[in-house]
């Protein structure tokens, strides 16, 4: 079974800071998905990045990006000029290239932004 | 376009009771997958159905269910209620039944007294 692990339970960083989010995960898998979701006080849960195990270059969205490194089995996020509303719940995701679509999350890190 | 909703958005119900809970995907997805998130953890999930079939369930009792639609809309049952099904249920979609992100709707909190 898959397992992923975010050893940051908070994490509190000055508007307009860099801040980086570990992430850690155990597969057997060879081809998998890792996402990264927002999950800010309304709950939605909001998707910030996807990186497909495959691919070696780092995924990047704007103000996002991520270091993936496959054999060290690491996942983290860097959240770049940080800004008050990526204040929220952060959570680190895995799921299989092949079976059901099942998303396998981690206990989240809480990030909070300071003006 | 609307993204993912689900309804009703608050649930009170008592212990031994059943409750249905309801999901409509974006537009043109076809896939429907459910989450429980019990507070300050990730979530869980439950069950994912594509084409109105059934393709993947959690670790959770037979005493939840559920079923997708001609419509590709979704319900999650949930009977004989315990005290630790109190969570936020959380419906995602995806266009097929593959590697596709999947999106989230806001999520229905449960709270079962």
């Known amino acids: 079974a898959q397992t992923v692990t975010q050893s940051q339970p908070e994490m509190s960083v000055q508007e307009a800071e860099t801040v980086t989010l570990s992430c850690t995960y155990d597969?057997?898998?060879?081809?998998?998905?890792l996402f990264w979701y927002k999950q800010p006080p309304s709950r939605q849960m909001i998707l910030v990045i996807r990186?497909?195990?495959?691919?070696?270059q780092n995924a990047t969205e704007n103000r996002f990006s991520v270091n993936f490194q496959k054999a060290a089995k690491s996942f983290s996020l860097k959240i770049s000029d940080s800004q008050l509303g990526d204040t929220a719940m952060y959570f680190c995701?895995?799921?299989?290239?092949?079976?059901?679509?099942?998303?396998?999350f981690g206990q989240g890190t809480r990030l909070t932004i300071n003006p | 376009d609307a993204g993912v909703t689900q309804s009703p958005t608050h649930l009170i119900k008592t212990r031994g009771q059943q409750v249905t809970l309801r999901c409509s995907p974006i537009?043109?997805?076809?896939?429907v997958s459910w989450y429980q998130q019990v507070l300050g953890q990730g979530p869980q999930f439950i069950f994912q159905?594509?084409?109105?079939?059934?393709?993947g369930r959690g670790n959770f009792p037979d005493r939840f269910s559920a079923r997708q639609f001609p419509n590709y809309s979704s319900e999650l049952n949930v009977n004989a209620l315990l005290l630790g099904d109190s969570a936020l249920y959380l419906c995602?979609?995806?266009?097929?039944?593959?590697?596709?992100?999947?999106?989230f709707g806001p999520g229905t909190r449960l709270t079962v007294l």
């Open positions: 995602a979609s995806s266009f097929r039944d593959s590697t596709d992100t999947q999106y």
């Open positions: 597969t057997s898998e060879s081809n998998y998905y």
């Open positions: 990186q497909e195990a495959y691919k070696q």
């Open positions: 995701a895995f799921m299989k290239h092949e079976g059901a679509q099942k998303l396998v």
């Open positions: 537009s043109g997805h076809k896939s």
């Open positions: 159905y594509y084409e109105k079939e059934e393709r």
